[in-house]
């Protein structure tokens, strides 16, 4: 019996005897600790996302940090999951934001339906779990979290960074 394993992003493809099985494999958490960002987050917009190397929500060195936005601009993140999920739907991650009062918004979209916001300043890590999202897709794949950092028109004025973070993202499936 010949038995052949692929490594696929964040699943594990098993070909036994003509059949395929996907067993999925642990889908985080991604802790950006190894000095370059996993090729299934894509970091571009015009003001990308980038490793930072002065702060992590785990008490090391580095986590994802956002562009700093014009006024009324945004920066995003995408991170794909080509893997359909298993049983859980559960989406977490830690944030901070060095944002201007309540104007500057931090948002979850998951399969371009918002799951999550929170605006305001906060400079410190706060873990956010996200239970048995309704957003996600069973079995199939993709599923694809985005998150957008949002300067409000009327922050005219720079406030610190005007920026967010996030760092060990996992999604149980």
């Known amino acids: 019996m010949r038995m052949l394993k692929i490594l ?3 699943a594990v493809l098993v070909v036994l005897s003509g059949c395929v099985i996907y067993t999925f494999a642990d889908m985080g958490p991604y802790d950006f600790e190894d000095d370059y960002i996993p090729v299934n987050f894509d970091e571009g917009s015009t003001t990308p996302w980038s490793l930072d190397y002065s702060d992590g929500a785990d008490y090391t060195d580095q986590s994802l940090k956002s562009g700093s936005p014009a006024a009324g601009a945004s920066s995003t993140l995408i991170l794909t999951i080509s893997a ?5 739907k559960d989406i977490h991650f830690y944030y901070k934001m060095d944002a201007a009062g309540s104007s500057d918004t ?12 929170v605006s305001g300043d ?11 999202s309704e957003f996600l897709i069973d079995g199939e794949g993709p599923n694809v ?10 922050s005219t004025v720079a406030f ?8 060990l993202v996992e999604i149980d499936g």
């Open 8 to 10: 696929l992003p964040l």
């Open 84 to 88: 359909g999920l298993a049983d859980g």
């Open 106 to 117: 931090l948002t979850l979209y998951v399969n371009d339906f918002q799951e999550w916001s």
């Open 122 to 132: 906060s400079s410190y890590w706060n873990q956010e779990d996200v239970y048995d």
């Open 145 to 154: 979290f985005k998150w957008v950092y949002t300067r409000s028109s009327s």
């Open 160 to 167: 610190g960074e005007n920026c967010a973070w996030i760092d």
